[in-house]
């Protein structure tokens, strides 16, 4: 299992075995470099941890066990996690400022204590059964040793269709689950698994602050800061986006200029997604030393590797420019920083404004309505304008009905019922369709059924971040053996920015009307006038040429019979709809590419056996 996951930490393993239990651990070594090695125990060693992630206030907290005569043997913040469980046992995540994923296993009480962060940055997958429990930071640790069996879930493939990622708490596969972000789990032989909720957005409305604005610069510049520990150097991720150029202006202005890495666009469609020029703008201003990452569309031998990388089937297109932005970041550093949650927190998608002018459009007469969309379905798509007609047909596409579901309307990459219609006859019936929708509305109402932007954000929060963006961008990462910090994902942050009111966030067709109002003397005017792109290739465009040789194979007839999954006159027709531009299939054609790669890897072929004296592992007391 260790070995599977040996890119998250190259630099050392470390392992636990007593009896029936078994914690392992790759260590990438960034804070107590000497003595941080894992597994770690408190003082009697009735208690042991194995810890994914970085905790930025452990120093502070340090002081205060030591104070209290907790003994230490490192200096890392992996040892505090450790005393802290002993003072206030599960409440112990509350003081954690930070990213984790972290097991700690009680000899005495024969119990197991899981726990991941509050947005989900860091990873946690558990599978268990009759024989115990396994869990591990990726899939593939568990698949590699046959500890689940690969039996598909099919509701949430469907919701991986419908949205390009498969929200926590489900997998790809039925036996295996993802601890939910801001969720605690126990463990012991009696009683199995239970989870609970430790943390959520706040539900409260909160009054704006005189000077938001300076407030706002103050509070980013604290979690920079914050953000900033290690005792390695560290280097940034600068797109030329407004959030990326927050960060890296707030650490410049804070301490030396950093080292920061922007992407370069090639081929077609490079132009809509390439934004060099604010990178070497921002840079410029700020004395950044740039490193300019080229971005070919020859991606054709890449995708296997960021699939296998993924671990889930994932349709996110910015996973190449990630990749080969974390490769090339990951030669030279071991930590890197990232405009990442800027967008959840400071309303910066386009689908927050319509979110909030959908309001107004549901009140027309439905005949109005049914006019303007069966007009913008005859609309097709000329070079230049594919996904802002896309964007139409979501948008109208939404109807009438409640917040979540128009909201996931907006993200939905291939609605009902042509969704349905993708699948094989004698799949249809396995597949419900509504997944993604009760998880929305179930969320939604969890939190008291939000209105307004506050609805959207916190969707956003609950599910595309948490399950695509932070997901992705760590998977990316970590297989350069790369960490990625989002000090704009640090929950001091967002407790005080995400109950301001709506109003503040955003103006009429403005996204981010607080952000630039607060960013307005530190960044150039061409920032805060720039369109936004997204951190993405020009997929659309590579589908139809680059790759298109290589999607035609991968979603061949043949090959789409021999799965049994799809129907194969109803992916022709995607795809001929696509090429000859009359839809913008992009985004469930990328996905059905990403799938099938997947399924190669995953399902199609058969995962590495364990280990001689391990082929009975599931049959024992517990696992690792």
Known sequence: MCEAIRHRGPDDEGAYVDRNVGLGMRRLSIIDLAGGRQPIFNEDRSKVIVFNGEIYNYRELRRGLIARGHEFATQGDTEVILHLYEEDGPECVQRLRGMFAFAIWDSAGQTLFLARDRFG??????????????????????????????????????????????????TPFRAIRKLEPGHTAVWNHAGGLSTRQYWDLPRERTPTPRDVEAQIADWLDESVRAHLVSDVPVAAFLSGGLDSSAVVASWALASDAPHAFTAKYFGSGAASADETDLA????????VTLTEVDIHPDVRDLLE??????????????????????????????????????????????????????????????????????????LREPRGASLAIDRLKRFLRAGNGSAPERFLSYLTRFPNPGRHGLYAPALRHHVSGAAASGWFRDLHQRHGAPAGLSAALYLDYKTFLADDVLALSDRMAMAHSLEIRVPL????????????????????????????????????????????????????????????????????????????????????????????????????????????????????????????????????????
């Open 121 to 170: 940055i860091k990873p946690l997958y558990v599978t268990s059964g009759p024989w115990g429990i396994a869990l591990a930071s990726e899939l593939k640790a568990l698949h590699v040793v046959g500890l689940a069996p690969r039996e598909l879930d099919w509701d949430a493939l469907d919701t991986y269709f419908q949205l390009g990622y498969i929200p926590a708490p489900r």
């Open 280 to 287: 070497r703008r921002l840079a410029a201003v700020y004395g």
């Open 489 to 624: 994902v640090d929950h001091e942050l967002v407790e005080r920015v995400f109950p301001l009111p709506d109003r503040v966030k955003i103006g009429l067709w403005q996204n981010k009307r607080l952000l630039k109002r607060a960013l307005k003397r530190r960044l150039p005017e061409q920032h805060l006038r720039a369109p936004k792109r997204g951190f993405v290739g020009p997929t659309a465009a590579w589908l139809r040429h680059e790759l298109r040789g290589m999607i035609e194979d991968e979603l061949a007839p043949a090959r789409l019979q021999r799965l049994g999954y799809f129907d194969p006159t109803v992916v022709r027709g995607l795809l001929d709809d696509h090429f000859s531009r009359r839809h913008n299939r992009a985004g469930i054609l990328w996905a059905l590419l990403c799938f099938s790669i997947w399924h190669r890897g995953y399902v199609e072929a058969a995962p590495v056996a364990p280990l001689e004296d391990e082929a009975n592992v599931p049959n024992a007391e517990a696992a690792p």
């Open 305 to 378: 590797p960021i699939t296998y990388a993924l671990d889930e089937p994932h349709a996110d297109e910015s996973a190449v420019p990630t990749w080969l932005l974390s490769r090339a970041v990951g030669a030279s550093y071991k930590v890197a920083l990232t405009g990442i949650g800027g967008d959840e927190l400071f309303a910066g998608y386009r689908r927050h404004v319509g979110f909030l002018v959908g309001e107004h459009y549901v009140r027309l007469p439905r005949m109005v309505q049914r006019g303007v969309s069966a007009f913008a379905n005859l």
